[in-house]
């Protein structure tokens, strides 16, 4: 079974720090992995995803199959970015899992 | 720009009570999920529509929830009787087939208190 861990549940750093948030995964097969953000008072939305290979608000997260890891990183991080974040993984019957969510919250 | 609606936003009631929750996903979206999640925990997946077919409800409390969306358009989900662990917030999400069938996108959810 597809299991998603985020091992910190809050994570504080300072305005213009660097900041990763990590998100480990167990999947026998080939995983699709996503990076949910929830902002104050906000829905659920999409960050990034792995197949996408880009960069959203300046985050990035490399998929390392090796590690069974899909952290979030970012250089320079900014007051804006306080959020819930959220890793994912999609199995291939769409079965979508989460993980407990990571509170980053960014002081000034 | 479109969005998931769902209702109520809020909904309080006593154990044994019925409550029934309704989701409109954006127009077009064949896929509708409906997600738990309890305070402190990441969504949990309930049931999963494509059009109206269930997918997936094999973690669906099939002895009290239940899950509909007969025209494959809007969907409600039911508590019958509602108990403490329930409370919760319900989230309802859909996506398109095309090239971003992958992205879910989420309603505002409602936000259940079983007293």
């Known amino acids: 079974a597809q299991r998603v861990t985020q091992p910190e549940k809050l994570l504080s750093v300072f305005k213009g720090a660097p900041v990763e948030l990590k998100c480990n995964y167990s999947?026998?097969?080939?995983?699709?992995l996503f990076w949910y953000v929830q902002y104050s008072r906000q829905r659920l939305q999409l960050l990034l995803r792995?197949?996408s290979r880009e960069s959203i608000k300046g985050f990035t997260a490399d998929l390392n199959k090796g590690e069974t890891s899909f952290h979030l990183k970012k250089p320079f991080a900014q007051e804006e970015d306080s959020a819930m974040y959220y890793c994912?993984?999609?199995?291939?019957?769409?079965?979508?899992?989460f993980g407990a969510g990571t509170r980053l919250t960014v002081k000034p | 720009e479109a969005e998931v609606a769902q209702s109520p936003r809020y909904k309080i009631t006593e154990k044994s009570q019925a409550v029934a929750f309704w989701c409109d996903p954006i127009?077009?979206?064949?896929?509708l999920y409906w997600y738990r999640q309890i305070l402190g925990q990441g969504p949990e997946l309930l049931v999963q529509?494509?059009?109206?077919?269930?997918?997936?409800d094999s973690q669906l409390p099939k002895d009290r929830f239940s899950a509909e969306r007969l025209k494959g358009v809007d969907s409600t989900l039911k508590i019958q009787p509602a108990e403490l662990g329930d409370s919760a917030m319900y989230l309802c999400?859909?996506?398109?087939?095309?090239?971003?069938?992958?992205?879910?996108?989420f309603g505002a959810g409602t936000r259940l208190s079983v007293l």
């Open positions: 999400a859909s996506n398109d087939d095309g090239l971003a069938k992958n992205i879910q996108y």
């Open positions: 529509f494509q059009d109206e077919s269930v997918v997936d």
């Open positions: 994912a993984l999609r199995s291939g019957n769409n079965d979508m899992r």
């Open positions: 127009s077009g979206h064949a896929t």
């Open positions: 792995h197949i």
């Open positions: 999947y026998s097969g080939s995983p699709e």
